[in-house]
């Protein structure tokens, strides 16, 4: 785990921290980080959208969600 120094909104910050519910800046941070990775991950998969042709039939489509 990297440790550093950030210069952050402390204003900012302090709001993050209170909607997400935790107590430390540490968690805060983690927490938007991770919510911006995701949702970028969402929104680079969706220029993808109907560009992916998958060949799967009732039975394949099914294994997959019992992931088999």
């Known amino acids: 785990m990297a ?3 950030l210069t952050i909104d402390e ?3 302090e709001t993050a921290r209170r909607l997400c519910g935790v107590k430390t800046k540490r968690e805060t ?5 991770r919510e911006l990775v995701q949702r970028l991950r969402r929104r680079e998969m969706a220029t993808h959208a109907g ?3 998958l ?4 039975e394949g489509l099914r294994r997959l969600r019992e992931g088999r």
């Open 3 to 5: 440790r550093m120094t």
């Open 11 to 13: 204003r900012l910050l």
């Open 29 to 33: 941070v983690e927490i938007a980080l």
């Open 51 to 53: 560009k992916v042709e």
């Open 55 to 58: 060949e799967l039939s009732q």
